[in-house]
């Protein structure tokens, strides 16, 4: 056999490739959290307590003490009321039983007045008496100044609820036998009135 040289060409060595060195990969440490730091709370101060104002209450002009009323006095005289419709305001009404020249002109022949002390004359007779309530058109009374210490003679004015008129109102002392005389005394003495305003 022959030999023949064959020219076999070395095969060539296939590059395997080159193993990458693997670098081991180290994960940086994230950067710690910063924890919130609780700030410990402070102690309150005390806040002073403000005290609420009280309201402060209106007063009403200061009124005359009223009277006890009685029914009959140490004389033994007895207190009587009378009623009288009167076709007037109130307003003017009261000035009729309040003031001196308006008095003048239905309670007694002649009136005048210094402070509070009013002078009542008849012909020759003059009499004194003290005003010593007055509630401004509401009521008046008066005390005669040699009188019973506990008697007075007074004036109320007021409007009826259901009719709406104007009514006097009249309150005087008498013993049960002069009664009858000072009624009528009173009733010719309203009508004088009634006379003067108008009415």
Known sequence: MK???????????????????????VKKAEPAKK????KKAEPTKKVAQ???????????????TPQPEINISKAGRKRFTLEYIIRSSPAILFEFVSQ???????FSDVCDAQDDIFIFGWGADFQRARQ?????????????????????????VYKSEIANDTILEITDFADGKELK????????????LKHAIGA
């Open 35 to 38: 924890v919130a730091q609780v």
């Open 3 to 25: 030999n023949s040289k064959v020219n076999k060409k070395p095969a060539k060595a296939t590059k395997l490739p080159a193993k990458k060195s693997v670098k081991p990969v």
């Open 100 to 106: 001196p020249d308006s008095l003048a002109q239905w």
């Open 132 to 156: 010593v309530d007055l509630i401004d058109e509401d009521s008046v009374r008066y005390h005669w100044e040699h009188g019973n210490k506990d008697e007075y003679f007074a004036f109320k």
């Open 50 to 64: 403000v005290k609420k104002a009280v309201p402060v209450r209106k007063v009403a002009p200061k009124q005359p």
């Open 181 to 192: 005389e000072q009624t009528f005394l009173w009733d010719k003495q309203v009508e004088d």
